[in-house]
């Protein structure tokens, strides 16, 4: 079966830090793939479609980027609200969704 | 816009639910809309889709158990859980899906809890 795996799986940084989640298919497909962000009791937001571009009313600090097979979510400039976990999602077949990423603020 | 899940509650292993999924703001037999779900502390998971043409498919462990359906009068969605397992417990989120192609969604419910337990 397919699998999405995300790295790390969780980190902590500080505001205004650089922060970059990885997201690799077990397969080695390079279709486009999406970013979520969920914060606890809450309902997965879409930030980034199409492997690069942002949806809409997301903050510019995020961004989706590829190599080959390798997927990167970037926060330029991390924000007290941007603690949360991140998923990414890919449409192989069906859709699947990494693991997920959780992000805190020290 | 907006989708607003109902129907979620706590079901005997075997029993029965049936998820209701509100639309408001836009026709949900123009897109393919999705129902996803969150087990307690866990990560997501693709249940099922219906395409606008009413074509309809289902993860493998959910097949032949649950059933995906629409209703264009009330712009509602469901997902209607028959023979439910422990393992079926979860949030269930609806999601309407951006791009037709099963990789972005861009607007997603509240979810509905589903607890399956003796």
């Known amino acids: 079966a397919i699998q999405l795996t995300q790295s790390p799986s969780s980190l902590s940084a500080s505001v205004g830090d650089r922060v970059t989640i990885t997201c690799r298919t077990s397969q080695g497909f390079s279709s486009a793939l999406a970013w979520y962000q969920q914060k606890p009791g809450k309902a997965p937001k879409l930030l980034i479609y199409?492997?690069?571009t942002l949806e809409t009313g997301v903050p510019s600090r995020f961004s989706g980027s590829a190599s080959g097979t390798d997927f990167a979510l970037t926060i330029s400039g991390l924000q007290p609200e941007d603690s949360a976990t991140y998923y990414c999602h890919q449409f192989t077949g069906y859709p699947h969704f990494g693991p997920g990423t959780k992000v805190d603020l020290k | 816009v907006q989708l607003v899940e109902s129907g979620g509650g706590l079901v005997q292993p075997g029993g029965s639910l049936r998820l209701s999924c509100a639309a408001s703001?836009?026709?949900?037999?123009?897109?393919?809309m999705r129902w996803v779900r969150q087990a307690p502390g866990k990560g997501l998971e693709w249940v099922s889709v219906?395409?606008?043409?009413?074509?309809?498919y289902y993860t493998e462990s959910v097949k032949d158990r649950f059933t995906i359906s629409r209703d264009n009068s009330k712009n509602t969605v469901y997902l209607q859980m028959n023979s439910l397992r422990l393992e079926d417990t979860a949030l269930y989120y609806c999601?309407?899906?951006?791009?037709?192609?099963?990789?972005?969604?861009?607007?997603w419910g509240q979810g509905t809890l589903v607890t399956v337990s003796s």
């Open positions: 219906i395409y606008g043409d009413g074509r309809t």
């Open positions: 999601a309407r899906d951006k791009s037709a192609r099963g990789d972005a969604f861009d607007v």
């Open positions: 703001g836009f026709t949900v037999s123009s897109y393919y």
């Open positions: 199409d492997t690069s």
